[in-house]
């Protein structure tokens, strides 16, 4: 994360693992184990289809598959280095399978709850198989801290592909998908 606060690892994970977490992720959601994604969180969670319209599967550390595992092996390697190099005092991870449906989209926000510190830094690992361009749902990051404008960049959600950038500083939406469109999202967090 150096000096810009983010970075993009365009062949961040093995392409077995990310086909299994991929084939995982999709055969969830038809099974109907998604749910509609929502903005804020505990009782103020609330539908906002104006703001977003994914669906999530949140992941759970206790029944994990080996694909799973493999991934949060590597988190946590990425975990230790980020507080090694930079300090920043990461404890766990959280996450959950992100699904776009065709037309599906995310418009400009932060990443970190208002009342809450604990989202320290985004981690996203996409898990779309055959992607081209065209196929729409890519990650739009403001490169200036705490802007919404200006500078960006556009990071494709190709298989594979890792995106990691501080939780509180850095806008970001997702453009609108014109196919199915999955990830793994989830967020170092802090105590």
Not at 50 to 65: G, S
Request: aromatic content about 12%; proline content about 4%.
């Amino acid at each position: 994360m150096g000096e810009t606060g983010w970075f993009v690892l365009p062949v961040f994970l093995e392409s077995d693992v990310a086909q299994e977490l991929s084939r995982e992720s999709l055969e969830s959601w038809k099974e109907g184990g998604f749910r509609r994604a929502g903005v804020g969180r505990g009782k103020d969670l609330v539908i906002r289809e104006d703001v977003r319209t994914d669906h999530v599967m949140w992941l759970n550390h206790e029944n994990i598959t080996a694909a799973q595992q493999r991934y949060f092996d590597l988190l946590e390697k990425i975990r230790i280095e980020l507080n090694r190099n930079f300090f920043i005092g990461l404890f766990d991870f959280e996450g959950h399978f992100a699904v776009y449906p065709k037309g599906g989209f995310y418009k400009p926000h932060l990443d970190r709850h208002r009342e809450s510190r604990d989202r320290l830094v985004t981690v996203i690992l996409y898990l779309n198989p055959n992607w081209q361009s065209g196929d729409g749902g890519e990650l739009k990051i403001w490169t200036t801290p705490g802007e919404k404008e200006g500078d960006h960049i556009i990071v494709e959600p190709r298989m594979g592909t890792l995106v990691c950038f501080h939780s509180g500083d850095y806008w970001h939406e997702v453009l609108p998908a014109n196919k199915t469109r999955a990830s793994i999202t989830g967020w170092f967090r802090g105590r």
